[in-house]
Each structure stands twice: as C-alpha cells, then as structure tokens.
C-alpha cells in the first residue's frame, strides 16, 4: 500500500511541477514577445491561469498526502500523544472530511454545469479546467482515509498500552 501511495505522491508532484514550468515559460514568453514584438498570444495568458488552477489543486491534494492539510499545528503538537490529542486529531479529520466532500460534490457540480461553456483563446470546454476539482478531492480522500487508518492505529496502540499498565490513579486509591 505504501508503494501506491508513493508512486501517487511522485505522479503529483512531477505533473505539478511539469504545470508549473510550462506556466513560467508561457508567461515569460509572453511579456517577451509582447516586449519586443509588440505581439502576445491570447490563449498563452488563458492556459497559464488555468495551469495554475491545476497547480493548486494538485498541490493541494500532494500536501494532504504529507499530512499538510488544513489545521493549526501548534496545538496538535503540544497534545501529541494524549487523549485530548487524539480527539483533536479525530475532530479535525471529521472536519476535513466534511470540506472535501463538499468540494468533491460542487466540483462536480461545476464541471457539468461548465460543459456548454468554451474558453475564448483555447476554444477548449471549460468543464476540462473545472474537472480537477472532484478529481482533487478525490486523491484528497484517499489521503485522508490513510490519515484515518493512522489515528484508528494509534488509537488500538494506546489501547493496549493502558490495558496492559495500572492506571496510577486507580491504583493510588486503592
């Protein structure tokens, strides 16, 4: 399972990267010609803003699969390994399961919705730029239900460890 989700991560990370260089470039060749050549290509500026849709959101999905995702970290840290860590945990993967369902629904809404509508320099449907919201939450879900196999495993380890071990304040009473 790690090995897919390896491989997925390095799929992510090189169309990203791909996007964002031909991005750049089209830019740079654009302030270029219109520099020099008083000349610019109206579908350059229209496939750099949606190369960086793309960008977005595949980033977005690549960070959710290095645990990046959308929360504050600092008290996360601090109750790392508590009970009231865990629930944080647990409430913030309930969270994130909300937001991506809702992104993975209007996503798909909007890329049905988009189908009649043309991009003017691409003359492409712009259903092709919106597609990559449900398919970026998509790959956000299957990352978070990673997350989640994670938290139910640390919950079973803990389990064990105060099972197996006297709670010190049962036994004080005693």
């Known amino acids: 399972m790690n090995k897919l989700f390896n491989g997925l991560r390095s799929a992510l990370y090189w169309v990203s990267v791909s ?19 008083g ?23 690549l960070i959710m699969g290095e645990s990046g995702h959308l929360s504050v970290q600092l008290l996360a840290r601090k109750l790392e390994g508590t009970a009231p860590g ?26 049905s919705v988009m189908t009649f509508q043309t991009a ?10 919106y597609v990559i919201m449900p398919v970026s939450a998509c790959l956000m879900m299957l990352y978070l239900f990673k997350d989640t196999v994670r938290i139910i495993k640390a919950i079973k380890a803990r389990n064990r460890q105060t099972d197996g071990v006297l709670d010190p304040a049962v036994s004080e009473e005693s």
């Open 19 to 37: 996007a964002m260089t031909l991005m750049l470039v089209l830019i740079f060749l654009q302030v270029v010609t219109r520099y020099f050549f």
């Open 39 to 61: 000349h610019t290509f109206e579908w350059s500026e229209e496939l750099s803003r949606f190369l960086f849709v793309w960008v977005v959101f595949l980033g977005s999905a």
């Open 86 to 111: 865990i629930a944080l945990e647990i409430f913030v993967n309930l969270c994130s399961y909300a937001f991506i369902l809702l992104l993975l629904v209007q996503g798909a809404k909007m890329t």
């Open 120 to 129: 003017p320099g691409l003359g492409i449907s712009m259903s092709a730029v």
